[in-house]
């Protein structure tokens, strides 16, 4: 059984940092894209961040480009996402989600193979 367990959520002041994991397990996922969505209160889930089974191609929603680096670590079959500069606006569920196709076109639309159960950010002003 696939499974992605995020963590690493919490509650952090503006201009802070978090670090979020997400752990696969059920299969290896070193050869498939691992990325982030987030879905604030009221609002559509929104796409954050991509990798590469590689690596080497990684993508970034405007929003968070500069603020957010996207990692993984394939012998831990585990993905990151260092959050720096927080900002009330980045409050939400963020979910961790894998597929076998890395493309923009793709991630953006949100239909990728495997989602985590998410993990809370709250950012206070």
């Known amino acids: 059984q696939v499974q992605l367990v995020e963590s690493g959520g919490g509650l952090v002041q503006a201009g802070g940092s978090l670090r979020l994991s997400c752990a696969a397990s059920?299969?290896?996922?070193?050869?498939?894209?691992m990325g982030w969505f987030r879905q604030a209160p009221g609002k559509e889930r929104e796409f954050v961040a991509a990798?590469?089974?590689?690596?080497?191609?990684?993508y970034y929603a405007d929003s968070v480009k500069g603020r957010f680096t996207i990692s993984r670590d394939k012998a831990k079959n585990t993905v990151y996402l260092q959050m720096n500069s927080l900002k009330p606006e980045d409050t939400a569920v963020y979910y961790c989600?894998?597929?076998?196709?890395?493309?923009?076109?793709?991630?953006?639309?949100?239909?990728?193979?495997?989602w985590g159960t998410g993990t809370l950010v709250t950012v206070s002003s």
């Open positions: 059920g299969r290896t996922f070193s050869s498939y894209a």
């Open positions: 990798m590469s089974g590689s690596g080497g191609i990684t």
């Open positions: 989600a894998a597929d076998s196709v890395i493309s923009y076109s793709r991630w953006s639309r949100g239909g990728m193979a495997y």
